[in-house]
């Protein structure tokens, strides 16, 4: 009845791979979407989706780790200062545009809002350029290890 072999041909695992790949990206943006659906437009505190940015965390943690493990950087950026500037600056200014909406639709206050989301999202771009330099190191050193091991197995 259930076998622990696999039962697919190796086309049959590709589809499933992408099948699941996409399922992933679904999950991902959609629980994104979902937290800043109940926060922004219906006003609901962080606490009331702490449950889903839980999960959301971990999501993310898993994904980095696992791909810095496995010395994958991105399918389509290079490791480097400036896109993890041009990553940090869109984190940034994606932040500013949710800490502003969410601060002015609570509060009503034009400066204070501006001003806020301006520290917060100043705050985003450095921390995220120093996690994605970072990781570009680490990755980069964990790319130098596997490529050793390979040779080392020829």
Do not use: P
Request: glycine letters at 10%; one cysteine or more.
């Amino acid at each position: 009845m259930f076998k622990k072999e696999n039962q697919l041909d190796e086309m049959q695992e590709l589809k499933l791979l992408k099948i699941e790949h996409n399922g992933f990206w679904l999950a991902f943006w959609g629980l994104l979407a979902v937290m800043a659906a109940q926060i922004l437009l219906f006003g609901q505190d962080f606490h009331n989706v702490v449950g889903e940015w839980i999960i959301f965390m971990a999501l993310c943690l898993y994904v980095g780790i696992a791909t810095a493990r496995a010395g994958i950087y991105d399918r389509h950026i290079q490791i480097g200062w400036k896109s993890s500037l041009l990553v940090s600056l869109v984190a940034g200014f994606v932040f500013f545009l949710f800490q502003f909406s969410f601060t002015y639709s609570r509060y009503g206050k034009l400066v204070g809002s501006l001003a806020g989301a301006a520290i917060s999202g100043l705050i985003v771009i450095v921390l995220c350029f120093i996690g994605l330099m970072l990781t570009g190191r680490y990755v980069k050193k964990r790319q130098d290890a596997l490529e050793a091991e390979d040779e080392e197995d020829l």
